[in-house]
């Protein structure tokens, strides 16, 4: 009987707390009702992973085959082949992404040219929004061994031989590098200079009067400052760990058979599977398996980050 007093106090503080924040809610619901939509509903599709789908009978009706499809995966002569590449790929990216889209940021910041701040932002934006084709196409007409422009235009006149780039996996840790930075940077460029921006401008102005120069506001005010930033975004990244970029896999090495020891991944792989066996159960096995240790890495980097710096961690 003691308690009941206090939970109808709770339940009315609730209640009150709802309805003085009611408008706040509702411009919440839509983002919330998307969320749940497109992120929380479909996980129910998950159950797919553990079956062998019969399309006559339906998803629910479908024979459980229990964990047989992820022997897809791991059974595979090329299994160790695609993680090692999925893995050290995005490790790469994830590392030049960062240091890159900072330095960048910072060089943007230091423009006082409003008009070309904001013209060599845009530049560097516009790669992000071209389609996975588009960006295939521009690396033949690049990498082409009779017409691409780097063999035709900058090794003939040196009269170094053309190079079968299509032929040649050796070249290609070092291309699809260079063209994921060149296409997605520019979205983290953005990011963290809005985050440059939003630093108060009195730090800078109290460490020049005490003579600190451009490199140590940098380094004691600029990075200190957006470390939450840069932390939030690793992490994200690091949780897509073992999900490729896969139009940037698949389009920009024009899925030529020669290169596959480089630049074979999880996506491209499992893709060319269901092309010949057609079984959704696979394909759900193996995005189910990249979701699983995704979030398993984004809990333990959390949990690293956390021990270290509790303030900085993501949740």
Known sequence: MGDKPITNRNRTSLMRKIYQNRYLLLMLSPGVIYLIINNYIPMLGSVVAFKSINYALGYWKSPWVGFDNFKFLFNSSDAWVITRNTILYNLVFIVLTLVSAVTFAILLNELRNRFFSNLYQSVMFLPYFLSAVVVGYLGYSMLSQEFGFINTIILAPLGIDPISWYSEPKYWPFILPIVYIWKNVGYSIVIYLAAIISIDKEYYEAAITDGATKWQLIRNI?????????????????GHILNADFGLFYQLPLDAGALYSTTNVIDTYVYRALLRLGDTGMSSAAGLYQSVVGFVLVVSVNFVVRRIDKENALF
């Open 222 to 238: 600029t990075l200190p400052s957006i470390r939450p930033m840069m932390i939030i975004l690793t992490l994200l990244a690091i």
